[in-house]
């Protein structure tokens, strides 16, 4: 059991993905997540995704930041797509359209300002 909130937390973000890729969840489905903070102000979610895997485009309630941890990715919002890669961060306001797809096998942290549920959690 570990705490979702605290003073000061620490992460080992690639130990966490490690144990991401041994759960079922990984080694079936399409993707896995794990949620680091959960406050009524904010989130962060590490989420690994399979090559091919979309996520359909949503809203969310509020701002929120992707940093690639590994692998390449492409971020849809509105009519623009980017591609990320290892190391690059995307900001984006609150309510607009996005998805993504996983070009290779990929991970991000997803961060939210906000405590409403976001599709990856």
Known sequence: ERPLDGPLLTFDVPALLTQLKREHAW?????????????????????????????????????????????QMVFSAGAQDVSLGEGQLLTLHAEMPHGLHAITDCSFLLTIAGEAPHPVE
């Open 27 to 71: 080694q079936t489905g399409s993707r896995n997540g794990i949620t680091l903070l959960k406050t009524d102000a904010l989130r962060v979610v590490l989420v690994a995704m399979h090559a091919g895997t979309t996520i359909p485009v949503h809203k969310a309630e509020g701002p929120l930041a992707v940093e690639v941890v590994d692998g």
